[in-house]
């Protein structure tokens, strides 16, 4: 059973470029959401993806923007990279709502990382 | 604002011992929470959550206090082990209509010495 998967792991950009990563969810979720995960902090909330739309949205200006495919698979687009956008970007899934058995896990990818010259 | 902090950036523990690492929130509507481990070059694995109608939920050698009036949260670690050694976060959410949007704190590294 895969679980998340994110492409490319890694990729160089200089400034004004624009950048997309991509997300696979773990089989059987729904719902995707982006993080943003700067050298020393922890990860930041970016948006939250389920049925197609955002559903949440973190402090993150308009140059960040993404999408839900049918297959439930995301894209995170970054628009006129900064410097300040060099940082790794995590995806995570789960399932929509609180069912049984919920435990409000979310399984992480293991990032793309970023960095803007 | 940070609705999410870990005050100790780094705590180190021989083997063996209690681990514990502390989390603060300050958001009251908070209502879900999650501990994190993450190694480099990995994404953070899931390790332990707590629902705020609950004060201790225990997983193994992990278990979560959590005391909403102080709004404070704590992971224990028993016996430590070198494999833990890694930087943990906690998280925290309030969950409503099926959406939540996790806070994570900066993190804790731990070192367990053998």
């Known amino acids: 059973d895969a679980g998340v998967t994110q492409s490319p792991t890694h990729l160089i950009k200089t400034r004004g470029q624009q950048v997309t990563l991509r997300c696979s969810p773990k089989s059987g979720h729904d719902t995707v959401s982006w993080y943003q995960q700067a050298l020393g902090q922890g990860p930041q909330f970016i948006f939250q993806?389920?049925?197609?739309?955002e559903r949440q949205r973190g402090n993150f200006p308009d140059r960040f923007s993404g999408h839900q495919f049918p297959n439930y698979s995301s894209e995170l687009n970054v628009n006129a990279l900064l410097l300040g956008d060099s940082a790794l970007y995590l995806c995570a899934s789960s399932e929509w709502g609180q069912g049984i058995g919920w435990t409000g896990e979310l399984f992480f990818g293991e990032g793309s990382r970023l960095t803007v010259l | 604002d940070q609705q999410v902090k870990q005050n100790s950036p780094s705590l180190s523990v021989q083997e063996g011992r209690i681990s514990i690492l502390n989390c603060d929130y300050t958001n009251s509507m908070f209502d879900y929470f999650l501990w994190y481990k993450k190694y480099p070059a990995e994404g953070p694995t899931f390790l332990i959550s707590i629902s705020s109608i609950k004060d201790k939920n225990e997983d193994g050698r992990f278990t979560v206090f959590l005391n909403k009036s102080a709004k404070h949260l704590s992971l224990h670690i028993v016996p430590s082990q070198p494999g833990d050694s890694a930087v943990y976060f906690c998280?925290?959410?309030?969950?409503?209509?099926?959406?939540?949007?996790?806070?994570f704190g900066t993190g804790t590294r731990l070192k367990v010495l053998a």
């Open positions: 993806y389920y049925e197609e739309e």
């Open positions: 998280a925290a959410s309030e969950v409503t209509s099926g959406t939540y949007k996790y806070i």
